[in-house]
């Protein structure tokens, strides 16, 4: 009944969205025919982001301010993530300012990847910007905060359990990886192999990510089915998420490249900006443009949107 609650309320504001749209597109047709909307996901995703631009940053500040105790818990897996990327460098380094800007350039943008998946997060609030997210990629209007409030409120409690969940598992493979790191086992085919089975396993979990906090928004499912379900897209999915895994890479990542190219703190510092304004729901964003029609169409095969 709840379930059927939530799905009458996301078609009313479908319904509200398919008027205004006739209401603008009457001119576009001739009397009697029917307007197709022959838009490729492609351009939507562009015509949505430029639309969009303003609400994206209002949005990521909110989010940025509710994710204060993840980003402290990010920070605190940097120096983690430094030594798994650096393993043999790092640990020579005895000069701190080195240290330092090697946490600004590696360590944080690598911890900051984890919240854009997102693994390391505050789970209402992730569930608040996911529900926006969603609708945005559905072209469904929305009101910012209080869209944004009334999902943290309806998503207390499971975004809550699926935070802390989500927590631990990744505290476990960043906390494996680096004991696999520090650990001098030559060519052991054993330890290679290993490696390489948690690295995959990693990947998956994140691959899950995408789909969790969409499908909770959007479903009532409980933890079982949230998790099972989060499991079989990712594999059944592999590769396009996997494309997806690289675009959010590249967004988070890619400007450290540019800061070793350049060599220039101006920027880090705008690499920095750019997290601030847009940095975890441009990622997100593209997340939600390929996941929903996806979920939508096996968790709800006779959608009409």
Known sequence: ????????????????????????????????????????????????????????????????????????????????????????????????????????????????????????????????????????SLEIPTFTWSDFKDKMKENLKQGTIVCIINLLLTAFFIFDLYIYSQMNTGSDLIFTVANSLLFMMLIIFIMMNFYIYPMMVTYELNLKALYKNAFLFALAKFLPNLGILVLCIILILGPIILIDLIGNFIVVFLTYLYYIILGFTLPGLIINFYVNPVIDKYLRPDTNE
């Open 1 to 136: 009944m709840a379930e059927e609650e939530k799905i009458l309320g996301e078609e009313k504001n479908l319904e509200a969205k398919r008027i205004t749209e006739e209401e603008e597109k009457i001119f576009d047709v001739a009397p009697g025919e029917e307007y197709v909307d022959n838009r490729s996901r492609l351009r939507i995703f562009f015509q949505v982001f430029t639309g969009k631009f303003w609400r994206l940053i209002t949005v990521n500040l909110m989010f940025l301010l509710f994710n204060i105790p993840a980003l402290a818990v990010a920070f605190l897996a940097a120096a983690y993530l430094l030594e798994i990327i650096l393993p043999a460098s790092i640990s020579s380094v005895q000069d701190p300012r080195i240290i330092r800007e090697l946490f600004l350039v590696l360590g944080y943008p690598a911890a900051f990847l984890f919240l854009a998946v997102p693994a390391i997060t505050v789970g209402p609030a992730q569930a608040g910007m996911t529900y926006l997210l969603r609708c945005y």
